[in-house]
């Protein structure tokens, strides 16, 4: 299909581009510019002399942070919060979705139920009662303090059962009339037509769990039990340097560790950087155009 | 069709949501933070009373007379740890399992039990976010390490016991002698209506002194003499700029570093103000006897006018609003910035990368200067950062100071020999220090190894040096004697060496030139609830001062300051300080 471009298409396009490669470059600069701190030398990068490419290349820095316990437990930890957490999130939130797109008709009481979890969104009982529950349910320092206090991420669930309602009713009919029941229908019909919903959940959800550092800070008992990111955390906040003890002289030499800060920030964001790009093709398909005569 | 459209927005919408989601995802976990202002609950007695009435079942408590006595059999003492990550520990050891804990129950037969331990000490960090949720929750220790802040919010609560005998038939006279090196405050900082409530953590506040420093290989290079007057630094700084000190043929160096947080061991604008007789955030004296802030007093306008000074002539870094003391000293690490005002340490960090970068770069820390004929003092701030409280409920209160006693007598008692304070204290290039629960320190400690070291470098005569001494010194050696890589020899000589900045350090003290903080009880209810606004409206001013706002905007300050409830902190501060 050819088309032709007027004048103000093409400025427009133009402008466009440009705007948004200007924004991209936002994003992307900073990134960069870790990255090539975390192969530079500690002398050049104290000095800021780094801008985007290193400057005396090395990579010392990945070899000391590869070889820290603390890190590599921290990571561990990590990676069994959003094994579990994901995995608990995503069927909890599919299975409150679903009753909750049915029409009023068939169920009555929808529009209460919605309401009480959407008021979870508005209105939390703060930090000190989250933190007595966790105390007294006994999941203190435990991965459970990380998973349960948000099992049920209702942003997500809204998400999903709006799109649930956006389903061609007539197929789900039809498994009704060859005889599947509530749960088949869900599993074999409903949950495959919307990949590209449940990619975008499980995205949130995956980054929720990666990304989330208070919690760890305030339900792990020991620095041991740290997620990665209260980990990167106590490594990468700056010290304040006017309260310096005659204790702590020797901690100084270790405000320069640049490098060391950059490459453990640059293996903290990496495993999400990669799994967008795989996430993303469900976004385009799952479409379910052609399924329903209308 | 209609459907098919309807799918399309839903989509459309899905990915805009993502963008949204992952691009607010980061700073949504900080919400909470902010929030975590606690107030004592009236849970911990209940809790605690349990406690205590079920283990009271077993009669007889173990004896420990005297300030060393051990417990036989031992008892089990709780509290919690803020710890940072330059905690390093030998293989198989941590927190819990270390020389610390092995000597404090061989020595004194108390075991140490910890019911968190959370990396992140700096003030608002991770480890006082979590002390504040325990205090909320009223999950506490028996022995709590706490801020200034949390001890008055406990104090209040009436969850302390009063330390005051206890302190008096268990502290050590070393002990003693160590909590009043600085003074009376520390202790004075803890006691409340008379009843000593808490031990103070005692550093130095000698240490916290500020001073100029200055490259003085630039200094040679421009024929300049050494700042012995505050014309000399406005000299030294116009000619840094002006007169290419790093010889690359461009004008690209800095007069003066300052830092966007103004105050502050690097860069900060404390020892500058100094030199004009104006004490920011500091409580002095009047001529009529009374305390008052000094951030709003009139010599502050005139430092501060000079300082927008030069500004406009282009002495300061023209970014400086936006950097940190980190980004600032990229400038000097690069071999930008050649004067500054700082405290001692300057040299370990961040002077240390410049000499890296830089064999020539040498510098030299100088006493403040005045700007007229009464000599420039430096303020300095009570050197306390943490109390350590004891639960009213909590049946061996004296291993607080026991373990105290031990720790000073280990580290610089007449007991003490150098490997058992190795063992302890540096052995095998760990800092075991840190792992003891409590400390205090000598105010004394780093001038006294500046002097001894001094004092070894004349004679040759290493034998009086203690560990700590001799650790630093081989260091100089290695650095006077040109080995490679020993540029934090040079650093240490810098610091502790003859010509080190705790020389000056130790002309301040010989001539008194060190103004202590007049005021340094708990915060006061108004500061509680106001300090936080004021102290950024201050700076706020001040940083635009500085880069060109006119200069009267200080006296709007001074009437803004009064109004938002500095007038009340004045007269809290002065009823404490009638009171005292």
Not at chain 1, 152 to 169: S, T
Request: proline share 5%.
């Amino acid at each position: 299909m050819v088309e032709r471009l007027t004048t103000g298409r093409r400025v427009f396009v133009a402008v466009n581009y440009a705007l948004l490669l200007f924004m991209s470059l936002l994003c992307l600069l900073p990134l960069i510019h870790v990255l090539s701190v975390s192969f530079s030398s500690s002398e050049a990068a104290t000095a800021g002399l780094v801008k985007l490419w290193p400057v005396e290349f090395t990579a010392s820095s990945y070899q000391f942070v590869l070889a820290k316990p603390a890190f590599l437990t921290s990571v561990g930890v990590t990676l069994q919060r959003v094994a579990i957490g994901v995995t608990v999130n995503m069927l909890l939130t599919i299975l409150v979705a679903y009753p909750l797109s049915k029409e009023v008709t068939k169920f009555p009481y929808r529009t209460v139920y919605v309401w009480v979890f959407v008021i979870t969104i508005l209105f939390h009982g703060g930090l000190i009662p989250q933190y007595m529950i966790v105390k007294y349910t006994g999941i203190m320092d435990t991965i459970w303090a990380l998973v349960l206090p948000s099992v049920v991420p209702v942003f997500n669930v809204v998400l999903l059962l709006n799109f649930f309602r956006g389903l061609p009713k007539e197929l789900e009919e039809a498994a009704f009339i060859d005889g599947a029941g509530h749960w088949t229908t869900l599993w074999r019909v409903i949950v495959p037509l919307s990949a590209p919903a449940l990619a975008t959940i499980t995205l949130f959800a995956t980054v929720g769990h990666w990304n989330s550092w208070f919690d760890g800070l305030i339900f792990m008992n020991s620095p041991e039990h740290y997620p990665l990111q209260s980990y990167l955390q106590t490594v990468v906040i700056n010290r304040d340097l006017s309260l310096v003890s005659s204790s702590d002289m020797k901690s100084l030499m270790e405000v320069s560790d640049r490098t060391a800060k950059a490459a453990q920030i640059f293996l903290g964001a990496l495993p999400i950087l990669l799994v967008y790009p795989f996430l993303q093709r469900f976004f385009m398909k799952g479409i379910v155009l052609g399924s329903v005569k209308e | 069709m209609k459907t098919a459209s309807r799918r399309a927005w839903l989509t459309a919408l899905l990915i805009m949501a993502i963008v949204f989601v992952s691009a607010c995802s980061g700073g949504a976990g900080n919400g909470g933070e902010g929030a975590t202002d606690p107030e004592p609950a009236a849970e911990t007695n209940e809790n605690a009373e349990e406690t205590a009435s079920t283990d009271s079942g077993t009669g007889e408590e173990p004896a420990a007379a005297g300030p060393l006595g051990k417990y036989d059999p031992p008892v089990e003492v709780t509290s919690v740890r803020i710890v940072n990550d330059t905690f390093k520990y030998a293989e198989g050891e941590d927190i819990d399992n270390n020389i610390w804990s092995r000597t404090i129950m061989d020595k004194l037969g108390i075991d140490i039990q910890y019911d968190w331990v959370v990396s992140g000490d700096g003030p608002g960090g991770q480890g006082e976010q979590k002390m504040n949720v325990s205090i909320a929750s009223g999950d506490l220790p028996e022995i709590i390490p706490v801020s200034a802040r949390q001890l008055k919010q406990l104090v209040e609560g009436d969850l302390l016991m009063d330390l005051t005998d206890i302190y008096e038939q268990y502290a050590s006279p070393f002990t003693k002698e160590i909590m009043n090196q600085d003074g009376p405050n520390a202790l004075a900082s803890a006691t409340f209506d008379g009843k000593l409530m808490a031990i103070p953590n005692t550093g130095s506040a000698m240490d916290g002194a500020f001073m100029v420093w200055v490259r003085t290989d630039w200094l040679k290079k421009l024929n300049l003499p050494e700042p012995q007057t505050m014309d000399d630094v406005l000299k030294i700084s116009e000619a840094f700029t002006t007169q290419d000190p790093d010889g690359n043929g461009k004008a690209d160096t800095i007069g003066l570093s300052l830092n966007k947080d103004l105050y502050g061991g690097y860069a900060g604008i404390d020892g500058f103000l100094n030199g004009f007789h104006a004490y920011p955030r500091q409580w002095v004296k009047d001529s009529s006897g009374k305390l008052v802030f000094g951030s709003i007093q009139p010599e502050m306008k005139v430092a501060l006018a000079k300082l927008q000074e030069l500004n406009k002539k282009g002495q300061i870094d023209r970014e400086f609003g936006v950097k940190d003391q980190g980004k600032a000293a990229e400038s000097a690490a690069a071999g930008k910035a050649g004067l500054h005002f700082g405290q001692m340490w300057n040299p370990l960090w961040p002077l240390v990368d410049n000499k890296r970068n830089d064999p020539n770069a040498e510098w030299q820390a100088y006493p403040l200067v005045s700007v007229d004929d009464k000599p420039a003092q430096s303020r300095v701030n009570l050197a306390v950062g943490t109390y350590y409280a004891v639960l009213k409920e909590a049946k061996h209160p004296e291993a607080l100071l026991k373990i105290i006693n031990l720790f000073v007598e280990t580290g610089w008692g007449e007991s003490t020999t150098p490997e058992n304070y190795a063992e302890h204290f540096t052995k095998d290039g760990f800092e075991k220090h840190k792992y003891t629960p409590f400390q205090t320190w000598p105010a004394r400690k780093n001038l006294d190894i500046h002097l001894h070291i001094s004092e070894a470098m004349d004679s040759g005569d290493e034998s009086k040096l203690n560990p700590e001494e001799q650790n630093n010194y081989a260091q100089i050696k290695d650095f006077l004697e040109g080995k490679a890589g020993s540029e934090i020899g040079w650093a240490y000589n810098r610091v502790f060496g003859k010509e080190g900045s705790f020389k000056t350090i130790d002309k301040y003290v010989d001539e008194g030139l060190i103004l202590q903080n007049e005021f340094f009880g708990a915060p006061t209810d108004t500061m509680v609830e106001k300090d936080a606004t004021l102290l950024k409206m201050e700076l706020e001013v001040f940083s635009k001062i500085i880069l060109g706002d006119p200069i009267d905007h200080f006296d709007k300050f001074v009437e803004d300051w009064k109004k938002l409830g500095g007038d009340d902190i004045t007269e809290e501060v002065n009823e404490w300080y009638a009171s005292k």
